[in-house]
């Protein structure tokens, strides 16, 4: 079974500043990791992927993550926050394996503000 | 652009009255998701095919189901809704060979509102 902690539902940062969502997995087979972000009332889209090639994976809009495996984690980062960053993040696992056809298993979710 | 397309994007519907809900692609994908979202929660997967095989997720009700008529379409029906399905509903799209999928590809959703 696979599964995907978020830490911390609510995320504030200035505009300019660090942005860290941070997301911890649990999977019996090597995963495949993705972030996707969520603008109200809109469709999931694709941040970026890891699939078992770069530990750091860099995404669009300048976000990028490191998988690492000792850790179990995914973090999310960017180097500085814009206003238009402010939306929701989820992460997401895929088992490499078995019958699950790609099926991804979400976090609950990081909505990220970002103030002026 | 190759897209996932969702229609309508808002549905209103009435307590227990039969709703169908669309999805579209032109990526020639061959695994389409449906996925249920509600308010400030995580997607939560309803069932997907694989081709023409239909694959339900084990805590899917029997209130919904789905048809997919061709590579391209697939629909949503509900047919009772409650209140308690009122939530976006999220299509998503993937190719996979064999047993290993790639990315999936979201449509913008549609939002069910049960009055």
């Known amino acids: 079974a696979q599964s995907v902690t978020q830490l911390g539902s609510h995320v504030s940062v200035s505009e300019g500043a660090l942005v860290l969502l941070r997301c911890n997995y649990s999977?019996?087979?090597?995963?495949?990791l993705f972030w996707y972000v969520q603008y109200p009332n809109q469709g999931l889209q694709l941040l970026l992927k890891y699939t078992s090639a770069a530990t750091l994976v860099k995404g669009i809009n300048g976000f990028e993550a490191e998988f690492k495996k000792s850790e179990t984690s995914f973090h999310l980062t960017k180097p500085s926050a814009h206003m238009s960053d402010a939306a929701e993040y989820f992460c997401a696992v895929s088992e490499t394996s078995g019958t699950s056809y790609g099926k991804l298993t979400f976090g609950q979710g990081t909505i990220l503000t970002v103030h002026p | 652009d190759a897209m996932v397309i969702q229609n309508p994007r808002y549905q209103v519907t009435q307590f227990g009255k039969p709703v169908t809900l669309s999805c579209s692609q032109t990526l020639n994908h061959n695994v389409m998701y449906w996925y249920q979202q509600k308010s400030s929660q995580a997607p939560k997967l309803l069932f997907h095919y694989y081709d023409k095989d239909f694959n339900n997720e084990a805590d899917t009700p029997d209130n919904f189901q789905s048809r997919r008529p061709n590579t391209s379409f697939c629909f949503l029906d509900i047919r009772s809704p409650g209140l308690g399905d009122a939530a976006m509903y999220l299509c998503?799209?993937?190719?996979?060979?064999?047993?290993?999928?790639?990315?999936?590809?979201f449509g913008p959703g549609t939002r069910l509102t049960v009055l």
């Open positions: 998503a799209t993937s190719r996979a060979t064999g047993r290993v999928s790639g990315e999936q590809f």
């Open positions: 999977s019996s087979v090597p995963p495949y």
